[in-house]
């Protein structure tokens, strides 16, 4: 929770961090909602977005949520700026020593090093902050020798690793992180920096006397302003012959940009700081920033400053930036339905085709038409029942591919649709033509059926010599009830002829039953087929799980935090 305290000096109101449960357990549904959100469509501002959303769950993973927890825990300062700005010189030196050694455990644009206090090791052995990086201990020092021996031990293969050292030079309550470049070559090392510094309760801002001026630099100071970040600048390796003029500009700029209340420290050039040198500067070039860092440490108020400023401001970035989550889920969601209404209307039109061709006797064309013309006297059963079958075949197939092709054309209009498989849309006719054969069974299994119903329907003869009834055998078998039933379904007007013969082989009542039957069979098997397609057609974009969904719980979720953050 975060409380107003009274003035200190002449400063405002300042709020400190005490851990409170409902606040805490709001932050952890915050962060599971964040979590949760996925941006797959690759639609203008997606890519931000997938990246906003990494840099919130590292803030409330590395700071808010183990800050509110446990707010007593050490301060962490974490030093970042472009490269070669001289950020491990400058650590290095707050030290004392040389804190890692390149090419050992470190590469410098690699492992970013963690220094604190002994007596703080155990705030950091874990992952209460910085959960996403493993921990490589470093050997113990001379200076450290009452620390609790730690076994050094390796991060898991592939995982990025946080080197930590301990060092009685780094006042109790204080850790310093030593970040890699923000504007490293390699994309990991720059969101590895990205995370750090969500992760700070200090900023430490490092650039140079000839670099000062640079985007980079400003680009950074003006997020932490937004942020309302503690914030301190380090103006390093300046020549004694300028430091004067460099300093008075920065301070200068700084003003202008806002930033005029912002610590500013000088550290001159020295041979220490140059490559080659021992990395080590003097105590007296780095001990205003030290007495700075340790009167923000050990003051209890101004620790409750650094601490409560940072956390507020982080708190208050929260509304912004979770409703932009929120809106760029919104446009996925828009963008999804969008796609959707294409893929499922194109697969309409195509279904009401198939039925309009089937009523208006279209199926009845070509071989089908050939056969139906020579049955029975040329044409058996199963030769007009293969025509009917090639022909509902084809039917769909080029139904479902014209679909295919108009779902494909209104995708590449709309950005961010996913590709299909062009070898799913290749193997159309043979899913189809499984299923038509299936549907031909069904029929003739129904046909036979209903013609066993009307063969026990039917009156007995008289008695024969025998002595027993007997009953009439039906005209013809059920491939032939069935072919006249396709035919009569399927070839609307020019097959009135095969309708009156399966009623005169049924009758009338059966035949009626038998066509209604068929008709029900074939429609649903239609819609069946079709939706079985579009759900292919459609299932590189339903397999994303795009719903209104995350928009709603983000938007939720923010409006509970912030009955919970003060005003």
């Not at 030093?79 to 890692?100: C, D, H, M, P």
């Not at 020549?239 to 004067?244: E, L, R, S």
């Not at 007007?493 to 029900?520: C, F, I, Q, V």
Request: glycine letters at 8%.
């Amino acid at each position: 929770m975060l409380q107003k305290t009274a003035e200190i000096g002449h400063s405002s109101h300042v709020a400190i961090l005490e851990a409170q449960s409902e606040l805490l357990d709001t932050l952890t549904a915050l962060r599971e909602r964040v979590a949760a959100a996925r941006f797959p469509l690759a639609l203008p501002g997606a890519e931000r977005a997938r990246r906003s959303r990494a840099e919130l769950l590292a803030q409330l993973d590395g700071y808010l949520v183990p800050r509110v927890r446990e707010p007593d825990a050490p301060l962490l300062a974490v030093i970042g700026g472009s490269t070669g700005a001289g950020k491990s010189t400058l650590v290095n030196s707050l030290v004392g020593r040389r804190v890692s050694e390149a090419g050992v455990l470190r590469p410098t644009t690699r492992t970013p090093v963690l220094v604190c206090h002994p007596d703080d090791h155990h705030w950091f052995a874990g992952q209460r902050v910085l959960p996403q990086l493993g921990r490589v201990w470093m050997p113990r020092q001379d200076d450290d020798e009452h620390t609790p021996a730690t076994p050094p031990h390796e991060a898991p293969d592939g995982q990025q690793a946080l080197a930590v050292e301990t060092s009685r030079a780094v006042p109790a309550g204080l850790a310093l992180l030593d970040a890699p470049d923000v504007d490293s070559l390699i994309a990991q090392n720059r969101d590895l920096a990205a995370d750090l510094i969500c992760a700070a309760d200090i900023w430490i801002l490092v650039t140079t006397a000839s670099r000062y001026a640079d985007a980079m630099p400003w680009n950074l100071l003006r997020s932490a302003r937004e942020r309302q970040v503690t914030l301190v600048t380090v103006l390093d390796r300046v020549p004694h012959q300028v430091a004067t003029e460099v300093s008075r500009h920065y301070a200068t700029l700084l003003e202008r940009a806002g930033l005029g209340d912002v610590p500013c420290f000088t550290v001159p050039e020295l041979p220490e700081s140059a490559r080659g040198g021992s990395g080590v500067l003097p105590s007296t070039a780095v001990a205003p920033l030290r007495k700075w860092l340790s009167q923000h440490t050990q003051d209890p108020a101004m620790r409750a400053v650094a601490a409560s400023r940072t956390a507020l401001g982080a708190l208050a970035a929260l509304g912004g930036r979770v409703t932009a989550l929120a809106n760029a889920a919104a446009a996925q969601t828009a963008a999804a339905s969008r796609l959707d209404q294409q893929l499922r209307g194109a697969y309409r039109s195509a279904e009401q085709r198939v039925h309009d061709t089937l009523a208006t006797g279209g199926l009845l064309t070509g071989q089908a038409r050939t056969q139906w013309l020579a049955f029975p006297d040329d044409s058996s059963s199963d030769e007009l029942l293969d025509a009917f079958t090639d022909g509902m075949t084809s039917m769909l197939t080029e139904a479902v591919m014209g679909a295919d092709e108009e779902t494909t054309a209104a995708w590449l209009r709309q950005p961010g649709a996913p590709a299909g498989d062009p070898q799913e849309g290749a193997d159309t006719r043979e899913r189809t033509g499984v299923l038509v054969r299936r549907l031909r069974r069904c029929l003739e299994e129904l046909a036979e059926e209903e013609a066993r119903i009307a063969l026990d329907a039917m009156p007995a003869q008289p008695m024969g010599s025998g002595g027993r009834d007997a009953r009439p055998a039906p005209l013809g078998d059920a491939g032939e009830t069935a072919a006249l039933l396709m035919a009569g379904l399927l070839g609307a007007r020019d097959a009135m002829p095969a309708t009156e013969a399966l009623s005169a082989l049924l009758g009338p009542s059966a035949a009626g039953r038998l066509r209604r039957r068929a008709e029900r069979m074939i429609a649903e098997f239609v819609e069946r087929v079709i939706a079985t397609e579009r759900d292919r057609r459609g299932a590189a974009l339903h397999r994303l799980d795009v719903t209104v969904d995350h928009q709603v719980e983000l938007i939720a979720a923010l409006s509970v935090l912030k009955r919970h953050i003060p005003a």
